[in-house]
């Protein structure tokens, strides 16, 4: 495991981009942050608690869950950990940002009338999908003071549509993925400490839900990504794991990592040389990157080289 970036405050949300360079969020400090070669950053402010991202087909927009704001508290051991939503008005939406300018566009409004409780992750639905093209995003559902907002999964068209599409979710979805061919959408669920799966009938329209796994206390589960070869990696918390899955829920490996939080997981999608040698992403060597949120670092991992991708 080789280390990419450090002091990042709680980094979420990793996309690679077309020039090998890493995006990243910094939930703790409301930014999208672009990490490139040696390590050096560039930094775009999105206020609103910024979250999981995804990357649009054109390489130069993400598309950014606002989770409405959290607070964080460094504990004695110097790890960032996450905490509740302080304003109850303060409900989350999505945007699209560009990397270049660091524009926004406003996809669904937060605020009071959002109708989102706590965006977390985001995935992009391709046109050939049964959901046709938009993005499935996961609510988490807020944690407040006094209770739990219910989660939801939801739809957000390209034509602006909004469909919650599974509602109340209350085992709070957090990660999300789109199988390869597009027809079934995987979702974790972090205080169920379950993974479920749904196929996809139509844009905003799910199946039944078939639960591919259930983990052991006191496992939580975070992002996910769908590996190259079509299995599931969970970003595993509170035991510091990456699990990986069949999509039929088999625990094909385990892979410990130095943080109790690591949030999120992507998989270099290039497969030239595009990036050249000033890239920090190799591109086409099956390279994975990991946020680590508590300990605030992003790391890179020669995924092929494991050899557990089976």
Do not use: K
């Amino acid at each position: 495991m080789e280390t990419v970036a450090t002091g990042l405050a709680f980094p979420e949300g990793p996309v690679v981009l077309p020039d090998g360079s890493v995006a990243v969020v910094q939930m703790a400090a409301d930014l999208v942050t672009v990490i490139g070669p040696e390590g050096r950053r560039r930094d775009l402010p999105c206020p609103g608690g910024p979250n999981g991202m995804a990357l649009e087909p054109d390489g130069e927009h993400v598309i950014v869950c606002l989770n409405g704001g959290l607070s964080f508290t460094r504990e004695p051991s110097g790890l960032l950990m996450p905490g509740i939503a302080e304003d109850p008005s303060a409900r989350g939406g999505l945007v699209r940002m560009s990397l270049a300018t660091g524009a926004v566009e406003v996809l669904i409004e937060p605020g009071p009338d959002s109708p989102a409780s706590g965006p977390n992750d985001v995935v992009w639905s391709p046109p050939e999908s049964p959901g046709g093209e938009g993005v499935w995003f996961t609510d988490l559902g807020r944690r407040l003071a006094d209770s739990l907002e219910p989660g939801a999964l939801f739809w957000r068209g390209e034509a602006g549509e909004v469909v919650r599409a599974a509602y109340p979710r209350v085992g709070r979805p957090n990660g999300i993925a789109l199988s390869r061919d597009g027809v079934t959408l995987f979702v974790t669920e972090s205080l169920s400490a379950q993974v479920w799966s749904w196929p996809v009938l139509g844009p905003g329209v799910l199946g039944e839900p078939t639960m591919v796994r259930q983990f052991d206390a006191p496992a939580r589960l975070d992002g996910m990504a769908i590996t190259p070869n079509g299995n599931l990696l969970v970003a595993t918390l509170v035991i510091g794991e990456l699990t990986l899955l069949s999509p039929t829920g088999e625990v094909l490996a385990r892979l410990e990592v130095d943080d109790p939080m690591p949030t999120n997981v992507v998989f270099d999608r290039a497969v030239s040389d595009a990036g050249g040698p000033q890239s920090i992403s190799r591109h086409g060597a099956e390279q994975l990157f990991v946020t680590l949120g508590s300990t605030g670092r992003l790391v890179r991992l020669d995924w092929a080289a494991l050899g557990v991708d089976r």
